[in-house]
């Protein structure tokens, strides 16, 4: 049960996989009781699951109990306690609780340094979550820095093309494609699609994200033609090999109806945005993390459509749910927040625009950190703003 519940959960799969996990749960508590490692083990596994689905709080809560009772009943040097910890780590992070992280991760770095070796792979794991805290609270210097000493030593270990190093060399992409430094960014996710084209085969999902990624690269470069044709081809793909409605399929459509919005053809974004949406509320339910964002993409195609009332309604019912699902002052919910503030600015609300851009700035210099490259942006944008209503009031 518990490798059928695996294979679900590999799938994106999650309710199904739930329902197990919570049965083989179950059951390992009443024949093994609750302290056992495999029950613990039960435990984690669920965890998973949940934070899968967005359900932070159910995988926080399970992840905690099982890092307490790792410690009080099995020892400090339980086996499975650092990576419940690193999973503990993610949670925050996808909580957007970046620096509960990183304090969890660095923990779980500096043990696994000691008590296994600097180039373990579970070590060189702990440094690259470390990394992408580093590179979600905007510290791309640090996060390159990390990673390239990951790239390096698995390259050394492991081999240039196996599996982790070809990862680290995506990761370092995307800091890449960060810092604008988009030639550099194409050229390592070029390579790294082509030796997982030849290791895997062009139809595996590590091939498959890594053209997704390059996609991306393109489209910030604004080379939306070459964006479309590898997004296109992911999105048939993925829709034959995993189905309309797995996750990897959906994030391919949103990609492409992004890049038809960037291209003017906000029909069929619109199309393709509504598409999505429909097919997250029925797998995810109309709350979930990815179905907000998709509701998100929606309205920015309504905004650009000059669609605003559209846009508006769509933006506030998305930031409520967020404040109440993600917390006021989650990452996506303050991106909402923003975007409501741009809507209300296209359409000549400028004092409500203003206002909210204010409120929503001052939440992400305490949630991002001052010299976060959003947290400049909004300045830069809400300064611009004022001293235009300044001068019409002059």
Not at 30 to 37: A, I, T
Not at 322 to 331: C, D, Q
Request: charged content about 20%; proline content about 2%.
């Amino acid at each position: 049960m518990a490798s059928l519940a695996l294979t679900f959960r590999n799938q994106g799969r999650w309710e199904q996989a739930e329902k197990l996990q919570v049965q083989v749960m179950e059951t390992r508590k009443s024949q093994l009781g609750e302290n056992h490692p495999n029950t613990l083990t039960s435990m984690a596994n669920l965890a998973s699951t949940y934070r899968n689905q967005g359900l932070w709080g159910k995988a926080e809560q399970l992840e905690a109990q099982v890092i307490e009772t790792s410690k009080t009943k099995l020892g400090g040097d339980y086996p499975g306690i650092l990576s419940t910890m690193a999973n503990l780590a993610l949670t925050y992070w996808s909580q957007g609780r970046w620096n509960e992280a990183e304090k969890l991760q660095v923990q779980v770095m500096e043990t696994r340094k000691t008590t296994l070796r600097r180039d373990h792979p579970s070590t060189l794991t702990s440094m690259a979550n470390i990394a992408l805290t580093y590179w979600s609270q905007g510290r791309w210097n640090e996060a390159e820095k990390l990673q390239v000493q990951v790239m390096e030593t698995r390259k050394t270990t492991l081999g240039r093309d196996h599996p982790s190093t070809l990862t680290s060399m995506a990761n370092i992409a995307l800091t890449y494609r960060s810092q604008g430094r988009l030639e550099e960014a194409e050229q390592l996710e070029i390579q790294v699609m082509e030796i997982r084209k030849t290791n895997f085969g062009q139809n595996h999902p590590d091939t498959l994200m890594s053209m997704a990624n390059l996609s991306l690269t393109y489209w910030n470069q604004g080379r939306w033609e070459k964006a479309e044709k590898l997004q296109i081809q992911v999105t048939e793909i993925s829709r034959r090999m995993l189905g309309e409605a797995h996750p990897s399929t959906l994030m391919s459509l949103g990609n492409l109806a992004s890049t038809y919005r960037s291209q003017g053809r906000l029909n069929e974004a619109e199309k393709l945005d509504a598409q999505v949406i429909e097919f997250r509320k029925t797998k995810l339910g109309e709350d979930h993390p990815d179905t907000l964002a998709s509701m998100a993409s929606l309205a920015a195609t309504f905004r650009n459509q000059g669609r605003w009332e559209e846009a508006e309604q769509l933006q506030v019912q998305v930031m409520k749910t967020s404040k109440l699902r993600l917390g006021e002052n989650h990452p996506d919910t303050l991106h909402i927040m923003a975007n409501l503030a741009f809507t209300w600015k296209a359409s000549a609300h400028d004092a409500e625009a203003n206002n909210l851009l204010r409120v929503c700035l001052s939440k992400q210099k305490q949630t991002l950190g001052l010299n976060h490259p959003t947290t400049l942006s909004n300045s830069e944008t809400l300064l611009q703003w004022e001293t235009q209503s300044l001068n019409l009031h002059t």
